[in-house]
């Protein structure tokens, strides 16, 4: 079936680099300006009489000779190719190869120690598992291929991130869980990855004092190491081509924290997950793209609470992390587990209609759901425009503790824990 | 001078690319039935209903029709097939 896809102008890079990953760099692609969302009918139309921003010519013209124009013989054969990619680099020195790594995008941009035979093999005693063994595959987005990653390539990473060789297990459980912390989105989402269990203790992670800051070497790279790894066991995560986030998110440095387990006064998190208090686990929570903070519970916390749950993105439901103090006072009003918390937190989650319908993810993503009748959608969609509507239900919600106990401090977090979010870490010692 | 280090090569292991030709292109556009795919991306309604429109008024010969898969994101095998059987070219989009 002959077709012409269009797309927006600040996408071009990456449709073609998607059109060859395809095997099909000549599939006919057609280009309006950036945004669509928001213009008027009016605009739109001017997009369709206008020019094609990225050929010059005219925009129709493009769809009728995408649809018409003859195949020539790239178009017939389209474009078969291997990737491979080496072991080891050529040998140079070490100014060459920090230039090498930095221009190749396979940093985060800060320096990182390089991955010296000796260095990976030292990480690699970590694990007990074999350094040619697959651990899974990764990939920035839906609609790109997956990239295949090794043990030792995790190691690889882990060693530039600056861990230690015991950290190595929670590494390859978080790339394990086949979710990347370098999503393409255009949304700059990152992920917050949480650590239960006692491997918290064995390597020291921080639940206390600055928990979710650069205060602890294993909490900071142990989550660098996640993300160097996504960026290189996926493919890249490079502006324009595989990463599109609008404005960035500091959370792609490094977000991993422990759960302050024996300062909680409810059930750790994997746990909750089904796993026993004394396995180790991690836990990935994809988004990362909006904070709210405050303290409580004070008088009026119920208030406090509904205004940030209103003021969540309305398709991306937070991940709560509480200090010990707040979590202790809400035990004190009644909420003695994190179930009952959870359950108050998704009965006060309500927008009104109009506003969860007028956001453009609800529209994209959860609109079509609702009119093919999938609840609990539908009955969302059924509303008046005012009526208020519950945006998250309780399984959308999830509490970890952590925490200095400095003051009764909480953050909710963008963070939907999906299905297999939550791993073994034992199973990579 | 410095000394030479060897270091590994951090990437994962992409899959072949295996090359697809293109479908046959069409003569011309005349009394053809061309599929508008709306991606379902915030206001691409609006964009494939302003193309449908300017079908309508400059391209008459054409039967152009709007479709809409399922859900976002995710293949549709009954819009595909419909496509398939009723349709002879097909443009897709757009976001965002």
């Given amino acids: ?429 | 001078m410095s000394r030479s280090l060897t270091v590994h090569d951090p990437r994962g292991t992409p899959p072949g690319v295996t090359g697809e030709r293109l479908a046959p292109r069409l003569r011309s556009l005349d009394g053809k039935t061309i599929y508008l795919v709306d991606c379902l991306f915030d206001n691409s309604d609006r964009f494939m209903g302003e193309l449908l429109d300017w079908f309508g008024n400059n391209l008459p010969s054409v039967d152009a029709r709007i479709v809409k898969p399922r859900e976002s994101w995710v293949d549709d095998p009954d819009m595909r097939k419909r496509i398939e059987n009723d349709g002879d070219g097909a443009i897709l989009g757009v976001g965002l």
Avoid at chain 1, 158 to 183: C, F, H, K
Wanted: net charge negative.
């Fill in chain 1, 1 to 429: 079936m002959p077709s012409v896809a269009v797309h927006t102008d600040v996408f071009e890079q990456l449709t073609r680099s998607v059109a060859l990953a395809n095997g099909m760099p000549t599939a006919r692609q057609a280009y309006v300006p950036q945004p669509v969302v928001d213009r008027s009918a009016a605009q739109l139309r001017g997009y369709i009489e206008g020019t094609d921003p990225v050929s010059g010519r005219p925009f129709l013209r493009e769809i009728v000779e995408g649809l018409t124009r003859p195949l020539d013989d790239a178009d017939l054969s389209g474009l078969s190719f291997e990737r491979a990619t080496p072991r080891l680099l050529e040998p140079d020195s070490e100014d060459n190869l920090h230039a090498q790594f930095l221009e190749n995008r396979w940093t985060d941009h800060l320096p990182v120690v390089l991955p010296t035979e000796e260095r990976v093999e030292a990480m690699l005693r970590g694990t007990s598992r074999r350094p040619d063994e697959i651990v899974g595959t990764l990939r920035p987005t839906a609609y790109r291929e997956f990239w295949e990653f090794t043990v030792e390539k995790v190691a690889v990473n882990a060693v530039m991130a600056g861990a230690r060789p015991e950290y190595l297990p929670v590494i390859l459980a978080l790339a394990a869980t086949g979710q990347t912390a370098r999503s393409s989105s255009t949304n700059s989402f990152a992920v917050v990855s949480v650590v239960n269990g006692p491997i918290r203790k064995e390597i020291g992670m921080n639940d206390g004092i600055g928990a979710m800051g650069p205060y602890n070497h294993a909490n900071a790279t142990v989550g660098r190491a996640y993300n160097l790894a996504s960026i290189n066991l996926q493919g890249g995560s490079v502006p324009g081509d595989t990463y599109m986030g609008s404005v960035g998110n500091w959370y792609n440095y490094s977000a991993t924290f422990a759960e302050a387990e024996e300062r909680s006064p409810w059930r750790p998190f994997h746990v909750q997950r089904g796993f026993a208090p004394e396995e180790s686990a991690a836990s990935v929570f994809f988004g990362a793209w909006y904070t709210h903070a405050g303290y409580g519970p004070r008088e009026t916390w119920q208030e406090n609470f509904r205004r940030s749950l209103a003021g969540c993105e309305h398709h991306f439901p937070p991940l709560f992390v509480m200090d010990p103090i707040c979590a202790r006072g809400l035990v004190e009003l009644g909420f003695d587990t994190k179930e009952k918390m959870i359950g108050w937190l998704s009965d006060n989650a309500l927008l009104p209609a109009r506003e969860y319908w007028d956001n453009q993810w609800v529209k994209t993503l959860i609109h079509p759901l609702a009119v093919a009748g999938v609840e609990p959608f539908a009955t969302r969609l059924k509303a008046a425009p005012d009526e208020a509507v519950r945006i998250f239900e309780p399984s959308d919600i999830n509490i970890v503790v952590a925490g200095g106990e400095t003051q009764g401090a909480w953050k909710m977090i963008a963070g939907r824990h999906g299905e297999g979010g939550t791993v073994s870490v034992d199973d990579w010692r």
